[in-house]
């Protein structure tokens, strides 16, 4: 399909017949403000315009890389390190990774590396030619066309008038240039143009009509001047300039480089294979992309029709003008036949008359939540992410990573806020946020599965299973939103609607970026296996945290538990998750609003409105008791995880460091349950809204039990059979604090988060077992508004007692807890022995005796045959020192023949120890100590010359003959192994 950059009318307008005009310009009922909130596709073409310069850095880094490194030297680094390319991703990626240092250093010595300018300038390039199609294209729309300006077919000036009389009402600052198409018969016309010069093109049917159906001649020219209004025009042809420059300038270079990635391939036994099914999925992604960009801006331009027909019938359009919107319909062949038709009218840039006309009857094709826009922004922005993750690791990668999740949540929450504020103004359903969030999920796995950024080499990764997590990421994230929009739109009192959709905005887009941010640096590792060593994080608390140990179970259990949770940035998590439960409870604290706010008055037409119909909220009464329940039996759960540890305690003056531990486990587990359980029952008997009620309940429960066992460890010690770290009385919260400290984040951050979705669960099983309800018709449930009284019923001082109470002691532990190290009287409350390579796990399968050889052949070519040549020499040289009498009776020829490389050995012996271990776990496992037995041989030599120690000189000197036979052993076995090599 051909990118058509018109966002004009349909050219059928001239197709249709003429209404009664009584009855057309008659109030139309169910209306709505199309302006409420905004349409939401402004983030939609930034995300397009943002994913047409990733891709283009990608196509063009790929290229770049494989012209700067023709002979794959990088590739050869990671065989020298390990790397399997035959095993699974994550495995050739932990190989290098567990050498990272020495990988770098490789990469750094050996790959030719190009300025680090040639990919940012392709891609300025890139845009600065995208500027310049975009200057050019409205001169290339007028070519041909033989357009004549209408002053030279107006000789009079009534059609300028008229003209000028629409510019006015459609408030445009600046009056565009009128052309008119002679040759053009139907009664259309088309806006093109550039920023601040656009035209206005009527056709020739539609100036001939212009004295005998006025109302259509209006109709048509302030629907073009609406697409000026909202700035259509500009962001359209900017997105098509940039999509064409792809198109012809990036995608035909790319196409190119994957034929002769493809050819080296077929043509290799070992890399053949993987590289085969990278690049097929690179290829395969590419198309799947292209028909992504077209099914997404022909969904905004669509969108961005409706809009400009609401616009027009806002100034004043008649209804009637829309002669087409009376066309027939094609008649109904069956589900088959529905399914057809919609997948055709997906590719159309504008709607169907069928649509259209229902958007000009009622609110519903304006206000409704698409599956396909979510669906669409799902799949675009997680190509997006991808390819930004691709690029490289940095601050600027994470920032624009952040811009694409909030690109994502900024079009979700205006989709289910719009959605749910028809539902509040018309009385039919509102969104429960399960279907926005499925496709929104669906979308983001398609993303994921297409770049391949944890498969690599396979089809799918090792546990696509785990791609599950996007899809609860984003059901939790549209639930919550829908449901809160819901809450607030019932209880905000503004004359202004966008302040409280401000506040909800926020939550969602912190919830979603946080939750996607750990998606994309951790959670999507997690799809190509387990990437964490328990082993070593086990060792890192037994070392950490002396005293007493626990049992190897317990022990194993809290390094699986702490190898998920480690990853999450804890505090951000925690403010997130705090505003999803914070939020819905000053809602409740407001109650609903018993009469119609100034927004509600403003989102309607004068003379039409239903009755403003707050319905009933769930009781804030109900929602204290269950919050009241589960505070208890947090604040319950506490007492028994102490009695229950103080039974265990150890003696008296032994360190308790893995019994705080122990103590920060337990309670993590039960209040955590006690959260799950809290919102889950919570979930299911609140037919209304559940999702915000059970985090406003969970979220009271967590802080009842997390401020519980704060007070209860700040003295403890006082209550005798609740002692678990101290036998003496006393108050000390400083204590206390660095378990709280811990303890909070897990609690109301992770945990609270999983109890949310419990809820969603526990709504998705009520919405199965409910039989449908159909979406009502607008004027079918609705009478008229009543406008709100000033002031109203004072809200009952108990209730807004409770809730700031709960709300500021919320915002105190989180504060507190957000503290930086050592402000909050503690320090080192985080540290830990555990470094980067500690996590990762030990290499666990052997290689294919093929791919072993390569490696082998890989790390002698790449530094290794250096190495232990050089260790050899300086061996070979003591060697025939010793020949010499003189080398066991002068000390002064041992200094000047012997000392200088018993040195050179002991900085050799450095360099192999720094470089890449023997590929051949069996030569790794026969030989692993010649770097440490070099630097020992170096090390005493200099020392027994030095201060003349003829004992230490002595071992010393036997010392080298060994390491001699255990170099030449090593020297020859790899030789051996390499020389195994198909290419030999």
Known sequence: MRPDPDPGPDPRLDLGTERDADTASSPVPGRMDARLLGAGTGPRFLLLILLFVTSSATVVSAVFHSLTDPRNIAAGCALASGSDPRADFLGASLATLRSDKAFRACVDRFVPHASAWPVPAAVVALVLAAGALYWMLPRWKQRGRRLVPVEA???????????????????????????????????????????????????????????????????????????????????????????????????????????????????????????????????????????????????????????????????????????????????????????????????????????????????????????????????????????????????????????????????????????????????????????????????????????????????????????????????????????????????????RLRPAFAAGLTATLVAFALTYDWWQSSGRIFAAGWPFSESAIRAALQHDLPGPPLGATTLTVIAVVLSVVLPWEQDPLLWAVTALWVLPLLAWGMGAANRAPAWALRALPPGEGPVWRAGRLPSFRRLAVAAGLGAGGACLGVVVVLARIHAVRPPVGQPLGQQALLVLAWLFVVLAAVVVVTASVTGSVTPRLPVPAAAVTAGTAGLAGVTAAFLLLSADGCVSPLAALDTTCAWLPGGAWPLTELLLPLVLGLALFVSVFTAVIATAVRRLRRRPRPDTADHDRRTRLRPARDGGRIRAPARKAAVAAVCLTALTLITATSLPVGTSGHSGARTTSLTRQDLVPAQASRPSEEVLALQTDAWLRLGGRELLVEMTGEVLHIMTALQDDRAFTDRGYAARAIRPHCLGLRTAAQRLGAYFPVPDPDVARQRPTLPTQGRRIGTNCRQAIDEGKRDLYLTSMNDVLTLSERLSGVLREVTAEADQHPSR
Request: proline share 3%.
């Open 153 to 495: 077919i107006d000789p009079h000036g009534e059609l300028s008038a008229v003209l000028d009389e629409l510019v006015g009402v459609a408030g445009l600052s600046r009056r565009p240039r009128f052309v008119v198409s002679p040759a053009s018969r139907t009664a259309s016309a088309v806006v093109f143009g550039r920023w601040r010069h656009h035209v206005v093109c009527l056709h020739g049917g539609l100036v001939a009509i212009r004295d005998s159906d006025a109302r259509r001649f209006r109709a048509v020219v302030l629907h073009e001047l609406a697409h000026l209004h909202n700035r259509d025009v500009d962001i359209t042809y900017a997105t098509v300039a940039l999509w064409r420059v792809f198109l012809l300038a990036v995608l035909p270079g790319y196409l190119v480089w994957a034929v002769l990635a493809l050819r080296d391939a077929l043509s290799s036994t070992v890399f053949g294979p993987p590289s085969l099914v990278a690049t097929s999925r690179d290829v395969a992604s590419t198309a799947v992309l292209v028909a992504l960009v077209f099914l997404t801006r022909a969904d905004i331009l669509r969108t961005r029709e409706l809009y400009a027909d609401a616009d027009a019938i806002r100034w004043g359009a008649d209804p009637a003008g829309w002669g087409g919107a009376t066309g027939s319909v094609a008649p109904d062949r069956g589900r088959l036949g529905r399914a057809a038709r919609a997948l055709a009218a997906a590719w159309r840039s504008h709607p169907g008359w069928d649509r259209r006309r229902r958007a000009l009857v009622g609110s519903e094709e304006l206000f409704h939540s698409s599956a396909l826009t979510l669906f669409l922004t799902g799949a675009t922005a997680s190509i997006c992410a991808g390819q930004l993750h691709g690029l490289g690791a940095g601050w600027v990668v994470r920032l624009a990573a952040a811009t694409v999740a909030g690109l994502i949540a900024t079009t979700v929450a205006v989709n289910l806020w719009r959605a749910a504020a028809r539902a509040v103004l018309t009385g039919v359903r509102a969104p429960s946020g399960l279907r926005a969030g499925w496709w929104l999920g669906a979308g983001l796995v398609l993303g994921e599965v297409l770049t391949g950024g944890v498969s690599g080499w396979r089809v799918l990764p090792r546990h696509p299973e785990v791609f599950a997590l996007l899809v609860v990421i984003s059901v939790v994230v549209t639930c919550w939103t829908a449901q809160f929009a819901d809450l607030a739109l019932r209880c905000w009192r503004g004359s």
